[in-house]
């Protein structure tokens, strides 16, 4: 018996995917998982779930779900653009009468707190990687915070988590994406996922990051510091003096004002440097 038959009693997963024909298509950013030891890892990384309710993107044939549901999980929510998986996310509801939602959309324009009812949920996914960026800088944007989500688990491409934890100490990766995931929240990255574990295999490694919010977050306006810093990147081999002349009037003094040297370079920048910056923008614009 396999793995899957023996954690829930459903058919393995290669079996329903051979049956209903859903061969991942790349132009949806589908890479399959069908190694459950690896999803129940995946689910047991996101904390205890007993109870909970969890929000999954693109579930594809339901892998993950399986194992959200299999360690606890009292409700999963699940949001899926490809029809073709219906038939065999029905067939999980089935299995777990009450407990699978699955909603038929984009997830870049579903309104997932609408879901919710104002419940909080933790956000469990395998993204697809055509999307998983824009889907967590909007996540991360919320206008009120602590936002609907309690915790972020999100498997990324390898090169894309370590861009969401990098401090200033890893400038190659470290840019607006590090500051506005590090500002709001606590990130790491859990474990890397081979891309062996895969179907079709993608050429790259991937990596399960989390992200947990922070409570009280340094203060600034979050459209201030992505201005400062879209400035201070979009030209980061510059210093600040000369980089951030499109935002201040005065960058030298703003700079100087926020406890910086207009010699540093934007990658020099930790991520409260940025909010000092936003905060000196909002001084100089009032």
């Given at each position: ?47 205890p779930l007993e109870g909970q309710t969890v929000v999954e993107i693109g579930?594809?044939p339901g892998g993950l779900t399986r194992a959200l549901l299999a360690n ?78 309690n915790s972020l688990t999100l498997m990324f491409q390898r090169e894309v ?126």
């Open positions: 018996m396999s793995n899957a038959a023996a954690q829930d009693g459903l058919p393995p997963l290669r079996e329903v995917v051979e049956r209903h024909g859903l061969m991942a298509q790349k132009a949806l950013g589908q890479n399959f998982l069908f190694d459950l030891n690896l999803t129940g890892r995946i689910a047991r990384a996101a904390g579930p594809g606890g999980a009292g409700r999963v929510i699940a949001i899926e653009r490809d029809r073709r998986c219906m038939p065999a996310l029905a067939e999980i509801a089935a299995h777990y009468p009450g407990q699978l939602d699955v909603v038929d959309g984009d997830a870049l324009a579903v309104d997932l707190s609408g879901l919710l009812g104002g419940s909080p949920a933790r956000i469990v996914a395998n993204l697809p990687y055509n999307i998983g960026t824009p889907l967590l800088v909007g996540w991360l944007s919320a206008g009120s915070w602590p936002p609907w989500w988590a370590e861009r969401i934890v990098a401090t200033p100490e890893q400038r190659a990766a470290y840019g607006r994406l590090a500051v506005l995931a590090n500002w709001r929240c606590e990130t790491k990255i859990l474990f890397d996922v081979p891309k062996t574990a895969f179907v079709p295999q993608p050429k790259i490694t991937s990596s399960i990051v989390q992200l947990v919010p922070r409570q009280q977050p340094e203060p600034c306006d979050r459209r201030l510091l992505e201005r400062v810093t879209l400035a201070a990147f979009g030209q980061r081999r510059k210093m600040l003096r000369q980089s951030l002349k499109a935002v201040f009037p005065d960058p030298v003094a703003m700079i100087e004002a926020a406890g910086l040297s207009p010699t540093m370079r934007a990658e020099e920048v930790s991520v409260s440097g940025f909010v000092a910056l936003a905060n000196a923008l909002a001084t100089a614009r009032s």
